[in-house]
């Protein structure tokens, strides 16, 4: 069991890859506290899932645009398991296509807000209970690339988590390793939600792998990268892509 005894933190684990990341962190062995916003069946559905293989895991609803919630998350997370070793850093959202003419102020700050603003919150919190351990943030192709039509501000906060993924493994090594990981098209609401069906089906044609990217994808990479197997990887984003965008 690679983290037998260990805790861990996902962000936005009630669907898609947080629940996920979740479980996969508890079947080796860690302890896991569940954020979700609105996914409460998923976050509770997962806890049950864990707690059926005989581990831990609570789940805690949170907005982690707000301080007084991502306080109450670690304080919860600490009081049950006595601490935190991983912190996976998973919320956040694209919450509409709009171009920068388009463009609202308020819009431009709340992506930003949910995808860079969460994770620097949730980060500073959970310092002071992390003598040791590793940090695993969801940036995204769309940090790479610029992301599809009308993500500008997706993509432009996602490659902010990149650059603070990279300046926080020089100022928290070698204690904690911070990492980060760059998804392409994952079957998940995001893409449910947010691209036609005809660009995945694109996609998956110019994919050498040909076929979209499933949760568990990217859990097994988050496993990977949360325990000791990644010892001598820090600051790095790890594409996973299916091979569509090289980098």
Not at 78 to 107: P, Q, W, Y
Not at 112 to 120: E, K, V
Not at 141 to 162: F, H, I, L, N
Request: hydrophobic share 50%.
């Amino acid at each position: 069991m690679k983290l037998q005894g260990k805790s861990a933190i996902v962000t936005g684990g009630g669907r898609d890859i947080g629940r996920a990341c979740a479980v996969k962190l508890a079947s080796e062995g860690a302890n896991v506290a569940i954020n979700y916003f609105a996914s409460s069946a998923g976050a509770e559905q997962a806890v049950a899932e864990i707690e059926a293989l005989g581990g831990k895991a609570i789940a805690v609803q949170g907005d982690l645009n707000r301080p007084a919630d991502v306080q109450a998350l670690v304080a919860r997370t600490v009081e049950a398991f006595g601490g935190v070793d991983v912190l996976v850093n998973n919320a956040g959202g694209l919450i509409a296509r709009k171009t920068i003419a388009e463009m609202s102020l308020e819009h431009w700050q709340a992506v930003m807000d949910l995808n860079l603003t969460s994770t620097f919150l949730m980060i500073k919190e959970c310092l002071p209970h992390m003598s040791a351990g590793a940090i695993i943030n969801m940036a995204s192709q769309a940090a790479r690339d610029g992301g599809g039509a009308g993500a500008v501000a997706y993509a432009t906060s996602k490659g902010a988590v990149m650059t603070m993924t990279r300046g926080l493994a020089k100022e928290l090594g070698p204690e904690i390793r911070v990492n980060a990981l760059c998804p392409g098209m994952i079957d998940t609401d995001f893409h449910n939600i947010h691209t036609a069906e005809a660009a995945r089906r694109g996609f998956e044609a110019a994919a050498p792998l040909k076929r979209q990217g499933v949760s568990d994808d990217v859990a097994n990479l988050v496993l990977f990268l949360a325990c000791d197997d990644a010892a001598f990887i820090t600051g790095a984003s790890v594409d996973i892509n299916g091979g569509v965008l090289f980098s």
